[in-house]
């Protein structure tokens, strides 16, 4: 059979699907699940994590365009068991970004230009959009300081790479 490629249709639509599959089931066991495919995929082949980089901020755009789990509107129940549960989506997913973020932010080819293009394009929706909303649960501080930490080493880095005068990518 054909070598699978990351242009191919099967192996895009395979790559979009496994991205996707938490989404559909906003649950921690889930996300572990999918972060560690994630893992698995990218870790692969340098040809596919750029491709997966980028399935994964538009993922990320989505739960947050969708208001789900740290971009949830605030429950009236704080033991809302949905609320809690998407909380720690987010969390386990902020995790492999954070560890993609510092495994890929040394490096200094296309592929870094395109991890730090899907990093900035997530943390801006996160941040910096006019729907910006994040839940002010009390157990939402852990991936909520997550993201401001990623972010600020995200800004930190472009900076370094911009020289003086240059500013954060991440209005």
Known sequence: SPACTSESGACFSLLRGLVHVP?????PSVMSLAVFAWTWVGSASDEWLPLLACRVA????????????????????PNDTALLQ???????????????????SDRSDETAAVLSSAFSRLLHHSLASSHFCMS???ASAAPRFRLLGLALRHCQHALSQLGEGGGCPVP
């Open 23 to 27: 989404l559909s089931c906003f649950e």
């Open 58 to 77: 538009d993922a990320w755009c989505w739960s947050v365009d969708r208001r789900m789990g740290l971009f949830a509107a605030q429950a009236a129940d």
């Open 86 to 104: 998407g909380l720690q989506c987010h969390h386990r997913w902020l995790l492999y970004l954070s560890e993609l973020y510092v495994s890929a």
């Open 136 to 138: 002010t649960h009390p």
